[in-house]
């Protein structure tokens, strides 16, 4: 079975500096989908970037991009320019392209603030 | 507006009293599942439809039951809570087997059972 580690369990950053959270995970498959969502006080899941296995290029959306590194199974989330809406939980997530599976298997999170 | 709603959004009820979690979603999608979210620990899925009259179960199904009589709907049940069924629910659709797909997450329900 897949798993998802994300091992820092909060974060902080300076409002305009940059952030970086951490995400490993471990599976046998070689093709998979990783996705980082945020989660702000409101609960709502929201998609922040995703990575498809089988692209080198690292996705970029905006301020946000992924450090992906297949073979190490390393997927963190660097965060540019940070701003005060920034401040969430953040989830990493790993998604079977085999068989199907439409299952996200998510990471415990981590908690950004973000201080002004 | 594409979405997927979910009611109640709180729910305050007592051990043993079965309730219902409505989910629906208006994008004609076939995949819709349920997590339940607790701290420390994340999502996990508890169960998922992949159309209607196919559901199966996640990774923590147990004390849950689900239907999908209809492709927009997937209500989860809850026969007999239990206070470690306190949790974030949280129902979700996409399009099944799109290599673009993307979950679209509900707003989530709150339960706490005493």
């Known amino acids: 079975a897949q798993t998802v580690t994300q091992s820092q369990p909060e974060m902080s950053v300076q409002e305009a500096e940059t952030v970086t959270l951490s995400c490993t995970y471990d599976t046998s498959e070689s093709d998979y989908y990783l996705f980082w969502y945020k989660q702000p006080p409101s609960r709502q899941m929201i998609l922040v970037i995703r990575q498809e296995a089988y692209k080198q290029q690292n996705a970029t959306e905006n301020r946000f991009s992924v450090n992906f590194q297949k073979a190490a199974k390393s997927f963190s989330l660097k965060i540019s320019d940070s701003q005060l809406g920034d401040a969430a939980m953040y989830f990493c997530?790993?998604?079977?392209?085999?068989?199907?599976?439409?299952?996200?298997?998510f990471g415990k999170g981590t908690k950004l603030t973000v201080n002004p | 507006e594409a979405q997927v709603t979910q009611n109640p959004r709180y729910l305050i009820t007592v051990t043993g009293k079965k309730l219902t979690v409505t989910c629906s979603q208006n994008?004609?999608?076939?995949?819709m599942s349920w997590y339940r979210q607790d701290p420390g620990l994340g999502l996990r899925q508890i169960y998922y439809?992949?159309?209607?009259?196919?559901?199966d179960k996640g990774d923590v199904p147990e004390g849950y039951k689900v239907s999908r009589k209809e492709k927009r709907n997937f209500p989860l049940i809850l026969e007999s809570p239990s206070p470690n069924q306190t949790s974030l629910y949280f129902c979700?659709?996409?399009?099944?087997?799109?290599?673009?797909?993307?979950?679209?997450f509900g707003p989530g329900t709150r339960l706490t059972v005493t």
């Open positions: 979700a659709s996409s399009v099944f087997r799109g290599p673009w797909s993307e979950q679209y």
């Open positions: 997530a790993y998604r079977s392209a085999e068989g199907g599976s439409e299952k996200l298997v």
């Open positions: 994008m004609n999608h076939e995949y």
């Open positions: 439809s992949m159309n209607v009259e196919v559901t």
